[in-house]
């Protein structure tokens, strides 16, 4: 990839570089100051764009008034990912199929490097130590084949709505730094790529016009991305909050039934059930309906729970509808975030009580 950008008229690639602080002019950001190998550089540009990862170690330290949030990512922002690379000791015997999912743990295996080597993975929020207690409570319940664990990794992937506006006067975030992963599963690079793509339309475009790049010449890309996949996860997230409080039990019959998870015929990952995540038609909302009811019936589903869902999967539509009104320029902005405000805050704690201790999804 560097070669390619290398190949490139006027690209050069500077490395081992520590953002220490914006450069401005009347307010607007102009540039940065860098440590680049213990020596405090400047560079100029039209176009600073914070690709830091969870750090966000650019968009934190804006200017309060520069329309961009500055959170920064807490332990109850992020899933706290351990990896275990791990090989089975009798590879003949059976054992799970790689891309294996035990949604209720938030446990999975992953495709590894040999045909007898799998990723064990678990994220939770909060911290490691809930992660491994989640780990912990699966391996009680789950008898795997016996293994050998390879090598052990850990990191953290934002879980958290991003920040309202993703632009500011020659700013632009992206990624991790903007809190952009998919619900579900919490990955980032395919969900972010979505915004780059749109990104990437917006600033050629003003580059061909020779604009500049002000917060009005890039609002479209808030507009484009919230109105569309920001949408479609922030309701994703509220729903996901619905369904965090469910016991195996409720688990299994959701999943068995297919109220949340649909495999493809030829096998392929399970996606969040369409269906629950747009709008259904009366038919499918009325199966959808009679599934709950059935699973109440026979006790496999709590109505507490059962309420705690209805409640969330309405909110996750009012949120959702909300951003797929995103304002289409600044002006009208502030009153959009007040609403959206309003509707985060009706947001649920949910709780997952194991059989070792209990995780609290804030």
């Given at each position: ?7 490139f008229n006027n690209v050069e690639l500077q490395f081992s570089c520590k ?189 061909k016009e020779n604009k500049n790049f002000t917060k009005e010449n890039l ?79 026979i006790r496999k589903l709590s109505l507490k729970n059962m309420k705690k ?54």
């Open positions: 990839m560097y070669t390619m950008l290398e190949s953002f220490e602080q914006f450069l401005f002019d009347n307010g607007k950001i102009i540039g940065v100051i860098a440590n680049k190998s213990g020596e405090k550089k400047s560079y100029k540009a039209k176009l600073i764009i914070d690709a830091s990862g969870t750090t966000a170690a650019l968009r934190t330290v804006l200017p309060e008034n520069y329309g961009v949030e500055t959170f920064k990512l807490g332990p109850n922002d992020v899933m706290y990912v351990l990896l275990q690379y791990i090989r089975w000791l009798h590879p003949n015997n059976p054992h799970p199929e790689k891309d294996t999912s035990y949604i209720y743990w938030m446990v999975w295996l992953g495709p590894s490097n040999n045909d007898d080597e799998v990723i064990l993975g678990v994220g939770q929020p909060g911290s490691y130590e809930n992660a491994k207690m989640a780990r912990n409570d699966f391996l009680d319940r789950i008898k795997l084949p016996p293994y050998e664990i390879l090598k052990e990794e850990k990191g953290i992937t934002p879980y958290r709505r991003p920040p309202y506006s993703l632009v500011g006067d020659n700013f632009l975030c992206i990624g991790d730094a903007a809190a952009i992963t998919y619900p579900f599963s919490g990955h980032g690079v395919t969900a972010t790529w979505i915004l780059c793509l749109i990104a990437a339309e917006v600033i050629e475009k003003i580059f609002w479209k890309i808030n507009e484009r991305y919230f109105k569309d996949q920001g949408a479609k996860f922030a309701g994703l997230l509220v729903q996901l909050f619905g369904i965090l409080n469910f016991s195996e039990k409720e688990w299994n019959y959701f999943l068995k039934k297919g109220l949340i998870y649909k495999t493809s015929k030829k096998g392929a990952l399970p996606e969040p059930n369409k269906e629950y995540e747009q709008s259904m038609t009366f038919g499918e909302m009325l199966k959808f309906l009679l599934k709950i009811i059935l699973g109440l019936i869902l209805l409640y969330s999967n309405n909110l996750a539509n009012e949120i959702k509808n909300h951003y797929e009104n995103y304002p289409s320029t600044p002006d009208e902005f502030t009153e959009w975030v007040s609403k959206a405000e309003d509707l985060w805050q009706k947001k649920l704690k949910a709780t997952k009580y194991l059989r070792n201790g209990f995780i609290e999804y804030y």
